[in-house]
């Protein structure tokens, strides 16, 4: 038999460094999804912590009785320690007031913004059907007597760039919206400036 024959006959039958040969085939696979698995972690770290920032803009703001700037600068401010340890520089926080008319049409009515663009007073938006309900047990008024209502929305958006798969998914953005009733009035002055139908 001649040697190159033997030898390569002796090669497919050795065992020896077959575990390294395998764990040179997997390594690969196991290193993406362990990366695949930190990035999706700190996705949904991320996602809770604007869930949190957009409910603590809310729930701050629907106490007050009158917003002036400084009011709104610590409110929206409030967002970024809320979203810490992760930067707040790819946030955007927008807290807005809207009025529901009995008719369930959205109008703004003020809006401020920290990072984004806030929306402009008068225009019309939509907003969740279950809001503008005209039914007396979902209706958003406290009082049918009232002819309208104010929800406050706080809007937190955020573009998260994957350490890892930034080059396979790019970045990511994650958005919450919240609404809410003024807690304490009908509706939230700001700057002093009272919507004629508050």
Known sequence: MPRSLRNYRGFLASTRGIAAVEFSLVFPILLVLLLAAIDAGRAVAVSM?????????????????????????????AASIVLAPYSSGPASVILSQIQVSASGQATVIWSDQLNGT???????????????????????????????????????????????????????????????????VTCIQRNGNIPASC
């Open 118 to 184: 806030a929306r402009t007073p008068g225009h019309t938006l939509a907003i969740p059907t279950n809001l503008t309900s005209t039914s007396a047990t979902n209706k958003v008024c406290r009082d049918n007597t009232y002819p309208s209502c104010y929800l406050l929305l706080a809007e937190v958006s955020y573009t998260y760039t994957p350490m890892f798969g930034h080059f396979i998914t790019g970045p990511i953005n994650i958005s919450d919206t919240v609404y809410v009733t003024p807690r304490s």
């Open 49 to 77: 912590k604007v869930r949190a920032a957009a409910y603590a803009l809310d729930a701050m703001a629907n106490q007050y009785l009158y917003i002036y700037d400084s009011d709104m600068q610590q409110i929206l401010g």
